[in-house]
């Protein structure tokens, strides 16, 4: 059950090797956090992950194999969790793609890829458990947003109008669920160190997972329907978005 | 009998609320036939536990406010049998006048003869005259199994399971109950202003044994010298002799009306650094610093919180929570801490409550215990209050100490052991009359009270 303070007991994650859910699972094991489903595409990966959430106290995590593209899964993955769970708290939404955005490199494989990746896919399986946690009567959705999808860039265009894509369907998700005990929380996190920006320059205000995590602990924590990581996030991108094209297009990386 | 949809239960805190069906009987017979079809299920009365203790995700809540009758009065013994929907307002409403009044209330009229039992409540006289669960001869408790009459000599382990059992061993239907003889409808109040908490421990230690009543209301916000300045408020019924001659032809009056209620939620809460210090300010100043004998309504001593409907609003969409604990005598250090704790968190708590406890019950999960009792009223929100609560559990466990459940919405489950020492012996009574574990809250499966479900856990393959 969560609590008064929004503190989840149980959660499961998809996308269970992003490093951004890993620090915020290993910062609410600090709280009530006690078993953990974690749902990827690569078994060394969730392994992994898993033996990390252990030393950080979680004893009870389990793995499952998911590709967060086989949408004809959902439903099935879905009751796995709950089997395993037996309520499910909190519903983190993680799974993502970086790709290329560069013209001479994409092709309509990688672009649809990319889109699924990020978007549908991660939008059919949040139906799947917004159906399921329905009949539980509460639980909360954490969905990894991105700034990029606030406005998106010509730089990572695609991932952007992906993320873009997932933070509509999450409002809108979030306005539809008022009144059945379920809720959702949007994460717009600027550019974080992590695997899927490994080796790539940093962005001006780069933020680390484990901040991100704490952003998000705290979001948990206040309520908040829509997080900013760092908060300061939220003042440039209500300056950024009036940004004429012409200007918006020049700015690099 | 109405059966409704799912629908969205939430404590007298309004958060974390979850959706179960709505059950609505009107009988002990529907109940047992409700219960007998519900896979889960849990009773509520009135919704002013401030946490999940009256909610039950995906099952289905039972909502007892369709018992509302009064059964059986014997005038002469003072003893009453009412529905378990029955509110206090509405048996005082009776009663009152016929020169009885419950043994035990609660801060607010508006909680239902049920719920009072089931969180076994305490009032201002706990320190001399004990919980309610003493006062109750009988009760009607539908289980598993169907009705069933239980009291202190009639199935005792259940009973007492039952006081303060948070509805977990069946749904209350019915409660045979020992009221007090009152002279009048009036409280006989002296007041006393006490400038810091030490001085206003020291008050109440030496002088509440005078008092059938006894309580003290304490600014928890202000810092340094002044902190814990507090209201020492203490009485008993008063005598006809006491009263106005207008109030004598009519000792036992008792019609309290709600004036005014909070019509809407405001969308920050009302109760914040800005008000806070204006409004503790003026209630302590307005205080007399001594005065005595002066003449109360009931309401206004007992319930002054009611007189504001829907007060709850105020503290906006977030909402609030309650924390209430009590630490055994010798450990006032921790009554300190917590108030300093919470300051230090930036969390502006509203007017406190201090209270003696006096001896417990013998029911396994009820809350008093010889010592102090402080409880905090908290807005949600801050990003600060669970770990500065989490610190005060940890604290008050320490000291022997407990938070009550009725309020509580938050408290890590690895401390219900330690601060309920007898919690395995309730499960046990709770497992022996409910072996499928129907009933169930969101306040038990959060803090495990009850079994753990059967697990049929099989790990996934990968």
């Known amino acids: 059950m969560n609590d008064v303070t929004g503190m989840p007991q149980t959660a499961v994650v998809i996308g269970g090797g992003s490093d951004i859910a890993l620090a915020t699972l290993r910062s609410l094991a600090k709280r009530r956090l006690r078993r953990v489903v974690l749902l990827g595409r690569h078994e060394e990966v969730l392994n992994g992950a898993a033996a990390q959430l252990r030393s950080a106290g979680i004893e009870d995590v389990s793995i499952a194999i998911y590709d967060v593209n086989d949408v004809g899964r959902a439903a099935e993955i879905v009751e796995k969790t709950v089997e395993i769970l037996g309520t499910v708290d909190l519903v983190f939404v993680a799974a993502g793609f970086l790709g290329d955005a560069k013209l001479e490199v994409i092709d309509p494989e990688i672009v649809s890829r990319t889109i699924s990746t990020n978007f549908t896919g991660p939008a059919a399986v949040m139906t799947a458990f917004a159906h399921r946690l329905a009949v539980q009567g509460y639980g909360r959705f954490v969905v990894l947003s991105s700034v990029a999808g606030v406005r998106v860039r010509k730089s990572n265009f695609v991932y952007g109008s992906a993320k873009a894509g997932l933070d509509g369907f999450a409002q809108g998700l979030d306005d539809a669920l008022v009144g059945t005990g379920l809720s959702v929380m949007i994460v717009r996190p600027g550019f974080v160190h992590s695997k899927m920006t490994f080796g790539l320059k940093a962005a001006p205000m780069a933020v680390t997972p484990e901040a991100v995590g704490q952003a998000i602990v705290r979001g948990l924590e206040t309520g908040a329907s829509v997080v900013w990581a760092p908060s300061s996030l939220f003042w440039v991108f209500a300056v950024l978005v009036h940004l004429p094209r012409r200007l918006w297009r020049l700015i690099p990386g | ?462």
């Not at chain 2, 007892?64 to 029955?86: K, N, S």
């Not at chain 2, 006393?192 to 006894?214: I, K, P, V």
């Not at chain 2, 940890?394 to 938050?410: E, I, S, T």
Request: charged residues 20%; contains cysteine.
């Open chain 2, 1 to 462: 009998m109405t059966v409704g949809k799912l629908e969205i239960f939430v404590g007298w805190g309004r958060n974390n609320g979850t959706g179960a069906k709505h059950l609505k009987p009107r009988n002990t017979k529907e109940v047992a036939s409700l219960v007998e079809r519900s896979p889960r299920c849990i009773a509520r009365g009135l919704g002013r536990a401030y946490g999940d203790a009256a909610q039950c995700a995906g099952g289905a809540v039972i909502d007892c406010t369709g018992l509302g009758e009064i059964l059986e009065f014997d005038v002469g013994t003072g003893v009453i049998r009412v529905e378990a929907g029955c509110s206090l307002d509405e048996l005082s409403r009776y009663s009152v006048a016929r020169g009885w009044f419950v043994p035990v209330t609660p801060g607010t009229a508006f909680v239902t003869i049920g719920g009072a039992v089931a969180a076994d409540v305490h009032g201002k006289n706990h320190h001399r005259e004990g919980s309610i669960a003493r006062y109750v001869e009988e009760i009607c408790l539908v289980t598993q199994g169907g009705p069933r009459t239980i009291g202190p000599n009639r199935d005792p382990d259940l009973f007492w399971a039952t006081c303060g059992g948070m509805g977990l061993t069946g749904v209350i239907t019915e409660v045979s109950l020992q009221l007090m003889p009152i002279a009048t409808s009036s409280i006989s109040v002296d007041t006393d202003r006490a400038r810091d908490l030490d001085s206003c421990m020291e008050m109440l230690a030496s002088g509440d044994e005078n008092y059938r009543y006894s309580v003290a209301w304490v600014d928890a916000r202000t810092r340094g010298r002044g902190l814990g300045r507090s209201i020492v408020t203490r009485g008993d019924h008063a005598k006809v002799g006491d009263l106005v001659s207008t109030q004598r032809n009519i000792p036992l009056s008792y019609n309290p009306v709600q004036r005014v209620r909070v019509p809407f939620t405001p969308p920050v809460s009302m109760v914040n650094a800005l008000t806070l210090p204006v409004f503790n300010a003026l209630w302590y100043h307005k205080a007399p610093k001594h005065r005595l004998r002066e003449i109360q309504s009931m309401n206004a001593y007992f319930y002054p919180l009611d007189m504001l409907g829907d007060w709850n609003r105020l503290y906006g969409p977030k909402g609030f929570t309650q924390y209430q604990m009590v630490v055994p005598f010798g450990e006032e250090h921790v009554v300190r801490y917590t108030i300093e704790r919470l300051q230090e968190a930036g969390c502006p708590s509203a007017l406190g409550v201090l209270k003696r406890f006096g001896e417990g019950g013998p029911s396994p999960l009820s809350f008093p215990m010889p010592g102090w009792t402080l409880a905090l009223d908290i807005p949600l929100g801050s990003a600060e209050l669970a770990i500065a609560l989490d610190d005060c559990d940890r604290h008050v466990a320490n000291a022997g100490g407990r938070v009550y459940l009725a309020k509580d919405g938050r408290l890590r489950p690895e401390l219900m052991r330690e601060m309920y020492p007898r919690l395995d012996e309730f499960i046990e009574i709770c497992h022996r009359t409910d072996p499928q574990g129907i009933f169930v809250s969101d306040l038990s499966r959060r803090i495990g009270l009850t079994p753990a479900p059967p697990t049929h856990r099989k790990r996934m393959n990968p």
